[in-house]
């Protein structure tokens, strides 16, 4: 079974020990100097001020004074590496998900809502960050602290040491209680998030469908829904620091002074201690308590963050498929046969959208593929790009299974302009680089010439240089078709799969399109999936597919001839007088 990977964070501290060393080179100085100042107290009481010692309590004062101030540059400078070191460890995070995201099949993305991986690389990766440098390498320095004061406390007096950590058990008790209570709402708060971030990237993309149908208030109405469920949730937990961090510490404090006085005066009555030493008490144990409560909130915190850490791990733990398979064969020459030899195929477990599906296409073959929506034309396309995989049978590449074809060669022999095609929004001449960083000047505008954006290009406002808005918003639809086909030709694939390629052309543009098109790639395999019927009528070969299945194979005067289901599209699209003209 395949190893689960779990978020290390003392392997993220690991990692950047180099830079957390001086942190924690600093941390000590500054823990030592705090351990230090309580002690220069009891100097000053115990023996400068009553046996006269001027120098003594000279010094003393300059330490009193000097402490503090080196204090504030140190924890000044110590802040400063540690937003260096989360500024780092995010994009560390960031980086790693990205590059899971990059491995994902179609096939598990489509499970995911875009808003839910957005926000955890965005979101989760610096909640992450934030807890390990905020409240786990402080917590070094807390521990450190207590280790110092525990030291200290116990070489002054150990019975007076003794009473002051009687409320330790308490603490201890009370935070596993406050742990179970923490981990319950941040796990209601991290669904929270996640919901919001969904619904806000569905409605930034949506926005002009809401405007569409006047669903302004109803949206605003949900979004405030989301943030007040959010708000009330965070209460939870914030009203649970409030009363750790403020009241039950400060009360703890308050009682722990008041115990100290009584039994340090009792001490000092029955000379078992000195005022300096009481007073070093005063002020090491608030410390005491108040590293303590940091630790526990550290522990807390831990439990706030750990929905985090998981929905990392989720995604880190998903399938890596759109990946090469070991051994991955490398195409030389690609011909351009593709088989198809019983294929089966399924979007979810319980239902096949393609069944036992076979055909082969010929090197230069020029394929068109009908039939009714929802049929799976586009599905046979998606599964030649190996963006799924068939659920039964096999796939062939030039008689080579797809799954064993490395990807970067099968990408970048097989060109997909898909239906729906997205677009950077970068300038015109970035999109088509894009996919061509080294084309020459002369292959786009070849590229750009066959397809029929010469003029489009022409009444832009800054050319080839004009940015084209997000997923190309900028462009109309039969202008963003054309920018995808010449985007996928500068590939110069060998296979060209073109799936509604030219449905919001006029018929003209379309006309002269196919034209350079078929000049250009003569001789080589391109399929078309067209809902107009004259867009393939050229065609060597139609296959006609619907409910998940080839119903009929040939070419445009064979199928009309058969008089099946090619026929009756035709008849409804062409009329019959068209029918009567042709040559049936
Ligand atoms: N990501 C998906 N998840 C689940 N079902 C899907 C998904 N994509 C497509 N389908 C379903 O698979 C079937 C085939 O879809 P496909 O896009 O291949 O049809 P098509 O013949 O290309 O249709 P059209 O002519 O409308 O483009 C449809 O019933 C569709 O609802």
């Not at 309590?57 to 924890?75: D, E, K, Q, R, T």
């Not at 919901?195 to 002009?208: M, S, W």
């Not at 009481?278 to 909130?297: C, D, E, G, R, W």
């Not at 003029?455 to 462009?475: A, E, H, Q």
């Amino acid at each position: 079974m395949e190893q689960k990977v779990k978020l290390n964070l003392f392997r993220i501290i690991w990692d950047h020990k180099n830079v957390l060393m001086i942190g924690l080179l600093i941390m000590l100085i500054s823990t030592a100097l705090n351990l230090i100042n309580p002690w220069i107290m009891k100097l000053m009481i115990d023996d400068a001020i009553p046996k006269a010692k001027v120098e003594l309590l000279v010094y003393c004062i300059v330490g009193v004074v000097g402490i503090p101030v080196i204090n504030v540059f140190l924890s000044s400078y110590q802040s400063l590496y540690q937003s260096d070191v989360n500024a780092k460890i995010i994009a560390d995070l960031r980086n790693q998900l990205v590059v899971k995201l990059t491995k994902l099949s179609q096939k598990t993305m489509v499970q995911f809502r875009q808003g839910d991986i957005s926000g955890r690389i965005i979101r989760t990766c610096s909640e992450i960050a934030f807890f390990i440098t905020g409240s786990l390498m402080s917590s070094f320095s807390n521990i450190l602290r207590l280790v110092g004061i525990f030291f200290m406390i116990f070489y002054l007096n150990f019975q007076l040491s003794i009473i002051s950590l009687m409320l330790v058990p308490i603490i201890l008790y009370l935070s596993r209680i406050w742990k179970k209570k923490i981990r319950e709402a941040s796990e209601k708060i991290c669904d929270s998030r996640k919901r919001y971030d969904e619904y806000i990237a569905e409605l930034v993309t949506g926005i002009k469908t809401v405007q569409m149908f006047h669903k302004e208030e109803d949206e605003i109405k949900q979004a405030k829904n989301l943030n007040a469920e959010y708000r009330d949730l965070r209460r939870v937990i914030q009203r649970q620091q409030m009363l750790i961090g403020n009241i039950i510490w400060s009360i703890y404090d308050s009682i722990s002074i008041g115990v100290l006085y009584a039994f340090g005066a009792w001490m000092i009555f029955r000379g078992q201690l000195t005022t300096g030493e009481l007073i070093a008490f005063t002020i090491y144990v608030p410390q005491l308590y108040s590293s303590m409560s940091a630790i526990v909130n550290l522990y807390l915190r831990k439990n706030e963050v750990k929905p985090e850490i998981e929905r990392y791990d989720e995604m880190m733990n998903l399938p890596e498929e759109n990946i090469d398979q070991d051994h991955a064969v490398s195409l030389q020459e690609v011909k351009g046969k593709i088989e198809f030899k019983q294929v089966s195929f399924g979007y979810q477990e319980d239902h096949e959208n393609l069944k036992q599906v076979s055909f082969t296409i010929h090197p230069g073959e020029f394929i068109g593929i009908v039939g009714p929506t929802g049929g799976g034309k586009s599905t046979i396309l998606d599964l030649i790009m190996r963006f799924y995989h068939p659920r039964e049978g096999e796939i062939l590449l030039d008689d080579v299974p797809i799954q064993q074809v490395k990807l970067e060669d099968l990408r970048s022999e097989v060109s997909l302009v898909s239906q729906d095609p997205f677009l950077w929004n970068r300038s015109i001449k970035e999109n088509l680089l894009y996919v061509a960083p080294m084309c020459t000047e002369q292959e786009i505008d070849e590229s750009i010439q066959i397809a029929q954006m010469e003029n489009m290009i022409r009444k832009m406002p800054d050319g080839l240089d004009t940015i084209i808005g997000d997923r190309g918003v900028r462009l109309s639809g039969g202008e963003k078709q054309r920018l995808a086909i010449a985007r996928a030709l500068l590939r110069k694939p060998s296979i060209l799969l073109l799936d509604e390629p030219t449905s919001a052309l006029d018929a003209k543009t379309e006309s002269l399109l196919q034209k350079y098109l078929e000049k250009v790639y003569k001789g080589k395999t391109v399929i078309v999936v067209a809902h107009r019927l004259a867009t393939i009528r050229q065609a060597d070969r139609i296959l006609v597919v619907a409910d998940g299945m080839i119903q009929e194979m040939g070419s445009h005067q064979e199928l009309l001839e058969q008089r099946g289901m090619y026929y009756e599209l035709y008849k409804e699209q062409m009329g019959a007088l068209e029918l009567e003209k042709s040559s049936i």
